[in-house]
Every structure is written in C-alpha cells, then in structure tokens.
C-alpha cells in the first residue's frame, strides 16, 4: 500500500542547564566559580534512503524526540551533549511546517539530510560570569528548550515518465506491456487506486532503461478535487517526459477521444501550468478493435495537427508498444541534451526556510492595552535560559532589554507600571523601576503590606522595650 501524506511531531533535545558551582578544596576555602556549561540537545534529522518508498512507517510511529543534554558539573565538567534523532524518508519527499504552511525542504537525492527541529543550547555555567567586581558569581544559563513542531510529509514519485489519461483508457495495461510492472488492470474505472512504477529497458539489456509511473484518478475537475486527480497529481510534477493513453474506440460510453484529450491536459494546466511545457506523446490505445481502427484517421490529423506526435498501439496485445518506448527514451536523451546545453544556472536551494534567519532581530507588538509582545529568535531564546527566581539573573536580562533597545521601544510604545509585558513563554510585568519580573514573583498590594508590616514588628518590639525600661 502507497501512503504518499503522514503527519509527525518532532521534537529536538533540551540543553543542559549550566551548573552554579565553587570551588571548594583544603586549603582553598574560598576558590572561585567553577561550574561547568550544559550540553547541547540532540537535533532531529530527516534522511533520504532509496530503501524506502512510501510514508507507511508514519502511519504508526508519528513522534520522533532527540536526547536531552546533560546539565553541567563542578570543576568546570560540561555535560555531554544529547545524541540526535534520524528519521528515514524515502525520495521524493516535501516537508511543510505544519503550523505555517512553509515549505521547509524538498528531498530527492540519496542520504541527503536536513534538520527539521534545532536541539537547544546549553547553559553557561557560572564561570563565564566572573569579572573584576563580581568574583563570586551566583549566576547560571539555563538549557535552552529544543525546537518542537508538526510536519507534513508529502511524498512526490520520482519517474522519468508519466502516463496520464481518463480513467479505463489502458495506462495500467501499457505500463505492465512495456515493463516488468504488474499492476492491477480490469474493465472498469479507478482500477488503479495508487501510482505504480515500472522500469523500462529500451535496446536489450545494458541499453537505455527508464522509470515509467502509471497516474491514476485523472478526470474532469481532477484540479480541484474530483475523482482521485487532487490526490495524486503531484506524481506528475517530477516527471521529464508525459504519454497521453487515449482510448481510441472512446469506450463503453461512445466518448470522444478529442474531448478527453483536450479535458486532461486543461486539468494539467490547472494544476500546475509548468506540466503543458513538458514533451508529451500521445498514445492511441486500443487499436485492435473495430471502433478504434475507424476513429485512427481522425484522431490522428487532429491530434498531430496540434503539434503532437501519435503513436497506435494496442497495450492488450502489445502492437506498436516498442516504437512508443522507443521514442520516449529519444525523447528523455532530448530532455538531458538540453539541459545539458543549457547556461549553468546557479542551483536553486531546495531548503527554503531553516537557517535563513536573523537571530539578532526583535519586534515589540501591543495587541491590547496595556500588553505588550516582545518577539524575536535571539530575545526569546535569552528568556527561555534564564533563571528568573534568580536576582542576578533577572539583573542581567534587564540589562540585556536596555543594552538591545527593547526597552526603549516599550517606553517609546506607552508601557506603564504593572503592564503585561510576554517573551517567549515567560508573563513579565513591568515595575515601578522600569525594569521587569515575572508575575509569578510580583507580590499584590496586600501582600507588599503584609512584608512591610511583618518586617516593622521587631523595630516596634525594640522601640517598645526601650521605652518600658526608660520608665
């Protein structure tokens, strides 16, 4: 069975936190930092192997996750980074980000390999915080989470040729005729409920050999949807070279083979308008009977007059199936000669969004009043590792919103005390200082009051106790 669609979650490794250590020794009470940095996240990997032709191993198994890194140690130990997750795609494959809708590869060589989901770095330990004036640091990174997303797979055969045509026009027939193929063929249509392949050899063994795919469900409205054509389609757009099966005899119905011609190559044109520009052959089938014979000299004019060249063949019986595969195989050298002559054009990346980011970059949104978002590859990062419960750590991320001008662009935006203010996943409120914490950590008015209260007990105590013994 060919499962040409599958949807995934992948889900790359967490960095290590980085560790919050001194150094303590005999004779060495008072050493300096010595934590050691967290390691990396595993990176989850999608590979093409040639072994695999279809999308069914997802139907089961649709959760792929990358190994943690490991925290760091003291005495300056990094932990070990976390062993990335490969999964196996066969040729063909397209990869879309599910929640966007982008592209993000296109895989069609063999072991080619992209990195669909960026395990998370690791944290600095406290060694990297040491300076002149802060000699004891009490301040480590957290391991920075690992890139989670849903994928859909979408899997493009890749043939040399395409046999395209209505339904029950004989492209399952023509395609066991010329190859070693055996596909399911029957008087009726939507006999073929998948594409099937087929290798050709043309000029006996060690001649020229070719990949043959036999597309079904084409019929009016394919496009948008009708019959099986949406489905698969796309198994064309790779094709070099198109044969056109036409049922000559215009089949139990009495149809028009011109109509049918002129229905599948607008249906082509509908999907993708680059496929009317590919060689197409036409193949007149089903000249062994009657109905067919009598329709030859007709179809035949019109067809060639519209500058395509005809083949008769009879795929039941297999007359005039070898001169067709003859001059298709001429038809695919013509294809590699011109591509071979054309200008080297520098290659088209077939990545389209991974990596091509300016980490750096940040905006400030306000959906509503008095909320404010902050988003950015580099700022929500920085959040996402810092340890918020930590005073030094929440000095440094002030610091880091100043030093970038995020700040200024919230003052510049209205933020006021008390406003909302969200990074990452990270709900910080703006203070009385213009500096930020997390509305975990903000204390209501009545708690402040309780504090302060709390904290003034002991000076009434000892103001009350003074007073007494002064009497």
Known sequence: ?????????????????????????????????????????????????????????????????????????????????????????????????????????????????????????????????????????????????????????????????????????GKSTLLAASSAARPKVADYPFTTLEPNLGVVEVGGKGGQAFVMADIPGLIEGAAEGHGLGHEFLRHVTRTKVLVHVLDAAGGLEGRDPIEDFATINAELDLFDPDLPSKPMLVALNKVDLVEARDNLPRLTAEITRRGFEVFEVS???????????????????????????????????????????????????????HEFVVTGIGIERFAKMTNFANDDAVERFQKTLDTSGI??????????????????????????????????????RRQRMARLEAEAEPEVDRALAAHESDD
């Not at 019986?317 to 520098?346: F, I, N, S, Y």
């Open 1 to 169: 069975m060919l499962v040409d669609r599958a949807k995934i979650n992948v889900k790359a490794g967490d960095g290590g936190n980085g560790s919050m250590s001194f150094r303590r020794e005999k004779y060495v009470p008072m050493g300096g930092p010595d934590g050691g940095d967290g390691g990396r996240g595993g990176d989850v990997l999608l590979r093409v192997r040639s072994n695999v032709s279809s999308l069914l191993p997802f139907k089961y198994v649709a959760h792929f996750k990358a190994d943690n890194g490991q925290a760091g140690g003291k005495r300056n130990r990094h932990g070990k980074n976390g062993d990335s997750r490969t999964v196996d795609v066969a040729p063909g494959t397209v990869v879309w980000d599910d929640a966007t809708g982008e592209i993000l590869a296109d895989l069609t060589e063999p072991d080619e390999e992209v990195v669909v989901a960026k395990g998370g770095r690791g944290g600095l330990g406290n060694t990297h915080f040491k300076s002149a004036t802060r000699q004891t640091p009490r301040l480590a990174e957290l391991g920075e989470p690992g890139e989670e997303r849903w994928l859909r797979l979408e899997l493009r055969m890749i043939a040399d040729v395409g046999l395209v045509g209505l339904p029950n026009a």
């Open 315 to 369: 795929a039941a019986t297999g007359q005039g199936v070898p001169p067709l595969m003859d001059a298709v195989a001429a038809a695919l050298r013509e294809v590699a000669l011109q591509a071979a002559e054309a200008p080297q054009k520098p290659q088209e990346t077939r990545r389209y969004t991974i990596g091509n980011i300016d980490e750096r970059a940040w905006e400030v949104l306000r959906p509503v009043p």
């Open 407 to 444: 700040a200024a662009e919230l003052r510049r935006q209205g933020v006021e005390d008390g406003d909302t203010v969200r990074i990452a996943t990270h709900e910080l409120v703006w203070g009385d200082q213009e500096s930020v914490e997390p509305r975990s950590r903000r204390l209501t």
